[in-house]
C-alpha cells in the first residue's frame, strides 16, 4: 500500500459548483497535512496546511482532517475557472525539519466558465 | 523577495550525456530539497541539503545521479549517463528552519523539465 494515495481525476466541474478533492494515507501517527496546488508549468505552492484531526478555513478553501479514518480532504466552494490546476495532497509525516513530504500523485481540477 | 530560481527550464539531451540542473534557493534558507516529478508518479523525493552537507540521499535512484550544494546556497544535481527513464520535471524546494514550531514550509522553484532522446 502506496503512503499517500489520491485519484488523478480529471475531475470537471462549472463554474460555481463545490469541489471536493480527496486523499488517503496509511500511518495513522502522520501528523502534518498540507494541500499543495500546482498550474500548468509551474512548481507547487502551499495553499492551505493542518495539524491533527479538524478542519482549517481559508476562504472558499476548507481543509479537513479525519485521522481516525485516515482520510484528507480539500473542499473548493464558489469555483472558479482560476482554480483550474494539479491538486496535491501531502504529508510532513512527523512534522520535522529536514523531512521529505510524501505527496500524493494530484488530482487535475477543471473549472468551465 | 526572489522565489527559488531553477535554470534551464527545459533541456532537452541524447541518451548517455550528462546533464546539470541549477537551483538557487530563497536567500537565507538553510534548507533545500531536490524532488522528481513523472507523469503518473507524482513527486517524489531525491536528496535533502542543511547547510552544505546532505544527511538524507535516501531518494537518489541510481549512482548516475548526484548532488551538491555550496555556500549553503545554489545547488547543482547532476545526472550521468542520462536514460530514457530519467525524462520528468526535477523540482527544488527550500525552506528555513530558523522557524519556533514544528511546521516548515517548502517553498518549490518551477522546475527542470529533462526530456531524454
Redesign the interface.
Known amino acids: 500500500q502506496k503512503e499517500v494515495e489520491?485519484d488523478?481525476g480529471p475531475l470537471s466541474v462549472p463554474e460555481g459548483a463545490i469541489v471536493s478533492l480527496n486523499c488517503t494515507y496509511s500511518n495513522s501517527a502522520f501528523q502534518?497535512f498540507m494541500w499543495?496546488r500546482q498550474y500548468s508549468?509551474?512548481?507547487?505552492?502551499?495553499l492551505m496546511?493542518t495539524?491533527s484531526s479538524g478542519n482549517k478555513e481559508d476562504g472558499r478553501f476548507t481543509a479537513q482532517v479525519d485521522k481516525s479514518s485516515k482520510y484528507i480532504s480539500l473542499f473548493i466552494r464558489d469555483s472558479q475557472p482560476s482554480d483550474s490546476a494539479t491538486y496535491?495532497c501531502?504529508i510532513?509525516p512527523w512534522?520535522?525539519?529536514?523531512?521529505?513530504?510524501?505527496?500524493?500523485?494530484?488530482t487535475t481540477l477543471s473549472v468551465s466558465s | 523577495g526572489a522565489g527559488v530560481s531553477q535554470s534551464p527550464s527545459n533541456k532537452v539531451t541524447e541518451k548517455g550525456k550528462d546533464v546539470e540542473l541549477r537551483c538557487d534557493p530563497i536567500s537565507g534558507h538553510t534548507a533545500l530539497y531536490w524532488y522528481r516529478q513523472s507523469l503518473g508518479q507524482g513527486l517524489e523525493f531525491l536528496i535533502y541539503f542543511q547547510g552544505n552537507s546532505a544527511p538524507d540521499k535516501s531518494g537518489l535512484p541510481s549512482d548516475r545521479f548526484s548532488a551538491e550544494r555550496t555556500g549553503g546556497s545554489v545547488s547543482t544535481l547532476t545526472i550521468q549517463r542520462t536514460q530514457q527513464e530519467d525524462s520528468a520535471v526535477y523540482l527544488c524546494a527550500s525552506s528555513y528552519h530558523g522557524l519556533a514550531g514544528p511546521y516548515y514550509e517548502q517553498y518549490f522553484g518551477p522546475g527542470t523539465r529533462l526530456t531524454v532522446t
Request: no cysteine; glycine share 18%.
Open positions: 489520491q488523478p502534518y499543495y508549468r509551474k512548481g507547487p505552492e502551499l496546511y495539524y496535491l501531502a510532513n512534522g520535522q525539519a529536514g523531512t521529505a513530504l510524501i505527496f500524493g500523485k494530484g
